[in-house]
């Protein structure tokens, strides 16, 4: 049973890595594309942001291929439009 419960656990708990470590080139590379700054965690949470967004952009647009480059392009273009809602948003104040 504990090891199985430690299975688990490794297995989440590198699920969370390889997010973290995609969100953070998701975020790196549409910031580059932007013309944008900011650090590690921002770049992670553009790219989660952008990955949520390039889902939901996904279930409209049929992508045939590979998947894996498909979902990855998907969330570089979520990741920019978040940025550009971000930029449109903050020139409103």
């Known amino acids: ?11 989440n708990f590198w699920n969370i890595i ?3 470590l995609v ?3 998701v975020g790196f590379i549409a910031s580059i594309i932007m013309g944008s ?5 921002r770049n992670i949470i553009i ?3 952008g990955s949520l967004v ?11 291929g590979n998947i894996a480059y498909g979902s990855i ?7 920019i439009l978040v940025i550009w809602i971000i930029r449109f948003l903050g020139a409103k104040r």
């Open 1 to 11: 049973m504990f090891i199985l419960s430690l299975s688990s656990f490794f297995g």
């Open 18 to 20: 390889i997010m973290l």
């Open 23 to 25: 969100g953070a080139l």
């Open 37 to 41: 700054r900011g650090g590690l965690i």
């Open 47 to 49: 790219g989660i942001l």
């Open 54 to 64: 390039g889902s939901i952009l996904g279930s409209f647009i049929p992508i045939s």
């Open 73 to 79: 392009l998907l969330s570089i273009v979520g990741a």
